[in-house]
């Protein structure tokens, strides 16, 4: 398996051939995009994994069955026009870091030119590596948004294409590097398509139906926590070539052949007269059969995951379909609404079997029916509050954040503090530690403004307000020349709060200690307020906090 820097072997599918003179612009700064988590419940065929002529040099591949479910990643996507250095906040960073240069070259490839820069923030809501599809939401969160900013030059289907050209995995061994992965697309159709969806393994072609699940739910299982096999990397290369010697096998490659394109297919093309029984009696039937076999026999559950499968099938006849996802170890159980109405008391019957075979319910869903959801985000107002240690800076933003739920108060201090206790033994908490104890910010390689930006991402990610109150952050001059110049952060007002020096004595002394912090002498020598307002000149506006002052923001 080889290894390479995001940004790098990145390849450009043919269907944007054709798309040079396309009109691309700007058409939006910020969306959020949330990618539904899927089930993909069998491969068609493994050993068509980076045959597929055009694709690059990925292992793309495989077709087969999946299901998309109302369970999300959500990805925020900004845009800015302006030469500067992409700001990335997430679990899987280097997937979405690759991703965004794919867009980019893609953009470049039908003629756009300009400079821009792009700001990331996804939340990964499942783990990785169970067979939800976690990798690639991310991936698709990050391409979607991206098209949707620049008004949707590529379709759905060129995006589906360009991720599949250029999926890629982190590496367990490099840790600044990614691999290509083995794709079949399985996220991306139920991404576009909802419902439950055949992918050919030959040129992923896909058809899908949405139009039977008024009445059906999901339950998401994995085994429990000793019994939990995480497959990714080599360990992946390995299995997937397996399956497909496996699936190679004439009686296997005829046997699955017949299922996909003499029953699958033919069912799913009849729309709302479906019957899921059928698909369900089919997807059964593959997980005892070729490379699906050898996925779930690599599980240390697998044993336990055969009896959970039978059990459903002859124990509970509203279950219609059931197996492990690709990969694995998540395994989905389709039920119908029960006669008696009450999903209540088919989830406690499902939950008992599961519990005595060591199986735990990772989450319950509808099936997805519209695909990947977006929305236009409006960016919010940056206030910079900023004045000498002690002069109620803090006391002033909780205030006026309290009077309004649109208006948040950012405490960088506080941010920090929340960091260290989270992640003691880290080593940025470390270094965020002895920052804060001596009061001194070496921004090196940016470290504190790139953390925090990140964090103020995800709270704008979270909760959409129209204002937000910068409180120790920026802390120096070189730090607001930092997000304002290299990460193109625009700071719309700035407010300098100020109180005399007896006042602001009187309030260190009143003050619970909050760890080691120096005392308020050194915290002034170090501060740069004055700086500050030289910085901002007439745009920074002073208030005066001597006796509970207000913040005037509108």
């Given amino acids: 398996m080889s290894y390479f820097k995001p940004g790098q072997n990145i390849t450009v599918h043919e269907s944007i051939n054709g798309c040079q003179n396309r009109k691309v612009i700007l058409t939006y700064n910020s969306v959020k995009t949330k990618i539904p988590a899927r089930i993909g419940l069998c491969v068609k065929n493994m050993s068509t994994f980076g045959q597929l002529q055009g694709m690059g040099p990925g292992m793309v591949g495989g077709g087969g069955i999946g299901m998309a479910?109302?369970?999300?990643?959500?990805?925020?996507?900004?845009?800015?026009?302006?030469?500067?250095?992409?700001?990335?906040?997430?679990?899987?960073?280097?997937?979405?870091?690759?991703?965004?240069?794919?867009?980019?070259?893609?953009?470049?490839?039908?003629?756009?030119?300009?400079e821009f820069t792009v700001k990331i923030v996804h939340n990964d809501t499942f783990p990785a590596h169970c067979g939800l599809g976690s990798?690639?939401?991310?991936?698709?969160?990050?391409?979607?948004g991206l098209n949707a900013c620049f008004g949707n030059p590529f379709s759905k289907e060129q995006i589906r294409f360009m991720l599949a050209c250029n999926y890629v995995e982190e590496s367990r061994e490099n840790k600044d590097c990614i691999s290509f992965g083995y794709e079949t697309t399985m996220t991306a159709t139920g991404s576009i398509y909802g419902g439950i969806y055949v992918i050919d393994d030959q040129n992923l072609a896909a058809i899908s139906n949405n139009q039977v699940f008024d009445d059906c739910f999901v339950y998401i299982f994995k085994p429990s926590d000793q019994q939990f096999v995480e497959i990714f990397d080599d360990e992946e290369?390995?299995?997937?070539?397996?399956?497909?010697?496996?699936?190679?096998?004439?009686?296997?490659?005829?046997?699955?052949n017949k299922i996909f394109n003499q029953v699958l297919i033919p069912e799913l093309q009849k729309g709302a007269n479906c019957d899921l029984k059928i698909?369900?009696?089919?997807?059964?039937d593959l997980q005892m059969s070729g490379g699906k076999k050898v996925e779930i026999c690599k599980q240390a559950s697998g044993r336990q995951l055969y009896q959970f499968l039978s059990k459903i099938k002859s124990e509970f006849s509203d279950a219609v379909i059931y197996g492990m996802s690709s990969i694995g170890p998540a395994t989905a159980i389709l039920c119908k609404k029960p006669k008696s109405g009450d999903f209540d008391e088919q989830k406690k019957n499902i939950l008992s079997l599961a519990n005595q075979l060591c199986f735990e319910l990772q989450?319950?869903?509808?099936?997805n029916k519209t695909g990947y959801i977006q929305e236009i985000v409006k960016m919010p107002k940056l206030v910079h509050v900023f004045g000498k240690p002690f002069a109620g800076k803090s006391y002033l933003c909780k205030k006026a954040a309290s009077s309004s739920d649109k208006i948040l108060h950012f405490n960088a201090g506080a941010v920090l503090r929340e960091f260290i206790s989270s992640n003691p033994s880290s080593e940025a908490a470390s270094l965020i530690q002895s920052t804060m104890s001596s009061g001194v910010v070496s921004d090196t390689n940016d470290f504190f403004s790139v953390f925090l930006l990140q964090q103020l991402f995800q709270l704008i990610c979270d909760h959409s307000p129209d204002v937000i109150l910068l409180d120790g952050f920026p802390r120096t001059v070189d730090q607001l020349n930092v997000i304002t110049a290299k990460f193109s952060i625009n700071i719309e007002n700035a407010l300098h709060i100020s109180a005399s020096e007896h006042t602001r004595a009187q309030r260190a002394?009143?003050?619970?200690?909050?760890?080691?912090?120096?005392?308020?002498?050194?915290?002034?020598?170090?501060?740069?307020?004055?700086?500050?307002?030289?910085?901002?000149?007439?745009?920074?506006?002073?208030?005066?906090?001597?006796?509970?002052?207000?913040?005037?923001?509108f």
Avoid: W
Wanted: net charge negative.
């Fill in 69 to 114: 479910l109302n369970h999300y990643n959500e990805t925020l996507c900004c845009v800015t026009k302006t030469s500067g250095s992409d700001i990335i906040q997430g679990a899987r960073n280097l997937v979405a870091q690759h991703h965004v240069c794919v867009f980019k070259e893609y953009l470049n490839r039908i003629g756009f030119q300009e």
């Fill in 135 to 144: 990798t690639s939401g991310i991936a698709l969160g990050v391409l979607f």
């Fill in 237 to 256: 290369a390995k299995l997937l070539a397996e399956g497909g010697e496996t699936d190679k096998q004439e009686d296997e490659f005829a046997k699955k």
């Fill in 279 to 284: 698909i369900g009696d089919s997807v059964y």
């Fill in 363 to 367: 989450f319950a869903s509808e099936v």
């Fill in 509 to 553: 002394a009143l003050r619970e200690p909050r760890g080691v912090e120096p005392d308020l002498n050194k915290r002034g020598v170090l501060d740069e307020s004055e700086k500050m307002k030289e910085f901002y000149a007439e745009k920074a506006e002073t208030v005066v906090n001597e006796n509970d002052a207000v913040l005037r923001l």
